[in-house]
C-alpha cells in the first residue's frame, strides 16, 4: 500500500506578520521548532520509500 503524507513548512515570524515569503530563507520561530520536533519524533519511526520535497 502506498502511503502519502503531507507536511507544511513551521511557523514563522513572518507568517505571523502576514510578509510575503518564498525567495528568503526565513528561520522558524519558537514554535515552529516546537512543532518540527513533535513531528520528528512522530514519524522516526516510520519506514518512508520515497520523501518528496516541494518548495
Known sequence: MTVIGF???GI????IA???QGSSDIPLNDKGLEDAE???ERL???KWSVVILVI
Open 7 to 9: 507536511v507544511r513548512h
Open 12 to 15: 514563522t515570524d513572518w507568517n
Open 38 to 40: 513533535k513531528l520528528a
Open 18 to 20: 502576514r510578509k510575503a
Open 44 to 46: 522516526k519511526d516510520e
